[in-house]
């Protein structure tokens, strides 16, 4: 049954959960070997509500925290409590402008006040094993300010860095390579488009990519669509041959296949999606 998943990408999203259903467990020959895939969800921080029902989703996911959000360090001491990934969710400059809010890193900022901000929010969130970028289509793409910034995850034992990929232009993944940093990027956004068939064919793709690579990296957000769709799938995810890590267990598992830790997506989502 699961191979026919495969062979047929443009399998319909209400089958999702049938098909989990009725796949049958892997074997232990075939969890050696098993595709994975981290989730990571960003934005948290703000709600309360909607960060609990993320942390509680079924399984290793990473939680992506946003510096200086009134429950950010709350719902990190609770991921950690419950056995999850934390990670900073670093806002940084856009192309258009957009308000970054509290600890945001821009291109105009002297090295001294970059570093500053960067190193308070990382102190205030000391559960945090990498960083990836809130927004960014512009502050991606300037090697000085990533140079900055992977020196410093570097200097704080080799934080990870994932790369959103809110633009093309990015030159991130290339800078922590250079700092020697494992690193990856996103290849799915699941929730651009807010239904849940939209959210289910998402998940599918990224699961797709997945059995093609080896393992697959898909951002998601803590929107009531999202975690509907994530508490109904994950439960039955390894009924679909995928193994759910979060990103150090991805990152580890590619070095031990002496894959590099980087990829470019066969699945690009729009450049336009969070920025």
Do not use: C
């Not at 946003?66 to 409590?81: C, F, I, K, M, V």
């Amino acid at each position: 049954m699961t191979s026919l998943v495969w062979r047929a990408p443009a399998l319909v999203a209400p089958l999702l959960g049938v098909l989990l259903w009725l796949a049958p467990p892997p074997t232990r020959a075939e969890e050696a070997s098993t595709p994975r895939l981290a989730i990571i969800i960003d934005d948290l921080g703000d709600r309360w509500a909607a960060g609990q029902r993320a942390i509680a989703l079924p399984g290793h996911l990473t939680y992506a925290i946003l510096p200086g959000t009134p429950q950010g360090a709350r719902l990190a001491r609770l991921a950690q409590s419950a056995g999850r990934e934390v990670i900073l969710h670093q806002p940084m400059e856009t192309l258009e402008g957009k308000p970054l809010g509290h600890g945001g890193l821009v291109s105009g900022m002297s090295r001294e006040e970059f570093l500053g901000t960067l190193r308070a929010n990382l102190d205030a969130l000391p559960q945090a094993r990498g960083v990836n970028n809130h927004m960014g289509s512009a502050l991606t793409r300037d090697s000085e300010a990533m140079g900055w910034l992977m020196s410093e995850l570097h200097r704080r034992g080799g934080l990870y860095f994932i790369d959103s990929r809110t633009t093309t232009g990015s030159v991130a993944r290339r800078v922590a390579r250079k700092e020697g940093l494992a690193t990856a990027g996103r290849d799915v956004f699941l929730d651009h488009v807010r239904t849940n068939d939209a959210i289910e064919h998402k998940l599918i793709e990224a699961m797709q990519l997945a059995h093609q690579r080896g393992s697959a990296i898909a951002i998601g957000h803590p929107y009531p669509e999202t975690l509907t769709v994530l508490e109904e799938t994950l439960p039955r995810m390894e009924r679909f041959g995928i193994r759910l890590v979060t990103v150090s267990q991805l990152l580890e598992a590619k070095q031990q296949r002496r894959d590099p830790p980087w990829h470019v997506s066969l699945f690009p989502s729009p450049t336009v999606a969070k920025n």
